[in-house]
């Protein structure tokens, strides 16, 4: 079992910067993938981004050179470094992570992109 609790959202204006962070506990050595995903209103769950064991990345192309995805793995948690953000990126964003073929999902995390 993986918990997830997430952490950092809010309101930023557009043009600013958030960084989101993801703690997990439980059996975090079993986990071999981590992402965040978000959802707007009345829109899919889509990715934004992931981050895999070995250390490679992918990106949604709505966020690509803008989002960062990073874990420090002293304190098993992952992060979000959102960069010049833009108001479709409010949603609420959720933290994902892979343990075999289990996946587990933070609580979700409102960001909300406005002057």
């Known amino acids: 079992q993986v918990r997830l609790v997430e952490s950092g959202g809010g309101l930023v204006q557009p043009g600013g910067s958030l960084r989101l962070s993801c703690a997990a506990s439980?059996?975090?050595?079993?986990?071999?993938?981590l992402g965040w995903y978000r959802q707007a209103p009345g829109k899919q769950r889509e990715l934004v981004a992931t981050l895999i064991s070995d250390g490679r990345t992918d990106y949604g192309d709505s966020v690509k050179g803008r989002f960062t995805i990073s874990r420090d793995n002293a304190k098993n948690t992952v992060y979000l470094q959102m960069n010049s953000v833009k108001p479709e990126d409010t949603a609420v964003y959720y933290c994902?992570?892979?343990?075999?073929?289990?996946?587990?999902w933070g609580q979700g995390n409102q960001v909300t992109v406005s002057s």
């Open positions: 994902n992570a892979r343990s075999f073929a289990d996946l587990y």
């Open positions: 439980g059996s975090v050595f079993t986990i071999n993938l």
